[in-house]
Nanobody, 114 residues
Framework: QVQLAESGGGLVQAGGPLRLSCAAS???????IGWFRQAPGKEREGVSC????????NYPVSVKGRFTISRDNAKNTVYLQMNSLKPEDTAVYYC????????WGQGTLVTVSS
């Protein structure tokens, strides 16, 4: 079974950057992958996805222009570069992979202070 492990979360001031990483136990180059987040008391929200070959990405309006997803298939790693962070970005962030069964990791907490 594919295992994913997120890292890179932490406390950051509003306006600052943070980069999350997601390491996979297998090669992910044939799978679409992405990130979603969940804040306390709120519904899960997808924040990015990238196609298997990395040619297509998608973001919701809430993060478009601030977040960038990328993948390094040679390292079996996916990244989420987050810039201009806002307090409303505070959440646990999870990476997922469509293997094709969708799997996700344990999450990493991002806290943005105002």
């Amino acid at each position: 079974q594919v295992q994913l492990a997120e890292s890179g979360g932490g406390l950051v001031q509003a306006g600052g950057p943070l980069r999350l990483s997601c390491a996979a136990s297998v090669n992910l180059d044939v799978y679409a992958i992405g990130w979603f987040r969940q804040a306390p008391g709120k519904e899960r929200e997808g924040v990015s996805c990238i196609s298997s070959r990395g040619g297509a990405t998608n973001y919701p309006v809430s993060v478009k222009g601030r977040f960038t997803i990328s993948r390094d298939n040679a390292k079996n790693t996916v990244y989420l570069q987050m810039n201009s962070l806002k307090p409303e970005d505070t959440a646990v962030y999870y990476c997922w992979a469509a293997t094709p069964v969708v799997v996700w990791g344990q999450g990493t907490l991002v806290t943005v202070s105002s």
